[in-house]
């Protein structure tokens, strides 16, 4: 049985602080993602500016889930065209035309903030542009879901109608989950599903939806570096992430920044 938990308004607080610092490490390397850089030195970037200017942690840097993964080697996860998670930086250099996620997760004051965004590297082609903004959709259509009462089965059903309408595809092997004082929580977030299904929200969950979309088939494939997910088909695929706290009468996004991309008109923000 899953432990939901859920949060008090001294969590609320200190969440919003650590979501706020993953979100401007976005913000903050954007600049730096042109053709020719590596991801190990955008990998390093970050470190340095969550370690050095946040006084925080990287909270992927070493976490092991399970004891039979390796721990994880880098900072952030750097997932280029048909990886669709968990790419680990190197240091081969982007391509003009590449996608990428970028997924960072900072801790700080005993709690985790994650969020992730894709990036554009040079000139990129309409059908890349074309999933990238299917999938910033879908992740918002899920959003829209959030309220205390909804059920986790309508985010996952609001995220899969638009993706599927559009001639894509949603991975199932991975999931949104609880965020806090742990990296991963119980709660297991599915981008996919029945409306009226699955756990029922309550205000003060807070978790992340992250949807995984394909450009061609959902299936994957596993890198033999034991983290690294792939499409099966070579296709591309794509992903965004927000870390969402339930309330009363609907969401707070708490990963929102000043440079991330407008938000769709579909969503109406309820401020604090």
Not at 265 to 270: A, G, T
């Amino acid at each position: 049985m899953a432990t939901i938990i859920i949060k008090n308004q001294q969590d609320i607080e200190y969440m919003r602080i650590s979501c706020k610092l993953a979100a401007e490490v976005l913000d903050y390397i954007h600049p730096f993602i042109k053709p020719g850089i590596t991801t190990n030195e955008i990998d390093k970037l970050c470190y340095d500016y969550i370690v050095n200017v946040q006084k925080a942690y990287p909270s992927p840097l070493n976490y092991q889930p399970d004891p039979k993964y390796t721990p994880y080697p880098k900072s952030t996860c750097t997932s280029i065209n048909s990886e669709i998670c968990h790419g680990i930086p190197n240091d081969k250099p982007l391509k003009d035309g590449d996608i990428m996620n970028l997924d960072i997760t900072v801790y700080k004051n005993g709690y985790h903030g994650d969020t992730s965004r894709m990036f554009y590297v040079g000139n990129v082609t309409p059908q890349a542009k074309r999933l990238c903004n299917i999938t910033y959709e879908c992740m918002w259509y899920g959003i829209n879901q959030v309220k205390a009462g909804n059920y986790l089965g309508d985010v996952g059903n609001a995220i899969q109608k638009h993706a599927e309408k559009n001639g894509y595809s949603v991975v199932q092997e991975f999931c949104g989950h609880g965020v806090g004082k742990v990296f991963h929580e119980d709660l297991q977030v599915l981008h996919y599903g029945k409306a009226k299904t699955g756990e029922k929200l309550q205000a003060g969950m807070i978790f992340t939806i992250e949807p995984m979309i394909n450009q061609g088939k959902r299936h994957v494939r596993f890198l033999s570096n034991g983290w690294t997910a792939v499409t099966k088909d070579r296709g591309l695929s794509a992903q965004w992430e927000h870390t969402v706290l339930v309330t009363d009468t609907g969401f707070e996004v708490l990963t929102i920044s000043d440079k991330m991309p407008a938000i769709p008109s579909f969503i109406k923000i309820e401020s604090k």
